[in-house]
Nanobody, 123 residues
């Protein structure tokens, strides 16, 4: 059974940093796209960052140059280093994986999702 478990969320002041982790189990995802999405109350889930099986990375404009996605295939884990956090980054952050490396910014066609971890940035 595949499981994605996120960790590392919490409360941080604006300008601070957090590092999220998402550990996958149940199969190997080294060739999969591993991504992060986030959702704030009353808003749709939105793309944050993706790392494809070939190592190509994609970022939402709103997080470019502040967030970095990386992965450790030996640990079946994807990370999201978040720096210079802003109150508008407050959301539940979800990791997701899918087989393909196309249209990674869309929530559709992702095969597995984690349960989410809360990130709250105070002003």
């Amino acid at each position: 059974q595949v499981q994605l478990v996120e960790s590392g969320g919490g409360l941080v002041q604006a300008g601070g940093s957090l590092r999220l982790s998402c550990e996958a189990s149940g199969r190997t995802f080294s060739s999969y796209t591993m991504s992060w999405f986030r959702q704030s109350p009353g808003k749709e889930r939105e793309f944050v960052a993706a790392n494809t099986g070939s190592g190509r990375t994609y970022y939402a404009d709103s997080v470019e140059a502040r967030f970095t996605i990386s992965r450790d295939n030996a640990k079946n884990t994807v990370y999201l280093q978040m720096n210079s956090l802003k109150p508008e980054d407050t959301a539940v952050y979800y990791c997701a994986v899918k087989r393909s490396a196309i249209v990674v910014q869309s929530t559709t066609h992702y095969d597995y999702w984690g349960q989410g971890t809360q990130v709250t940035v105070s002003s």
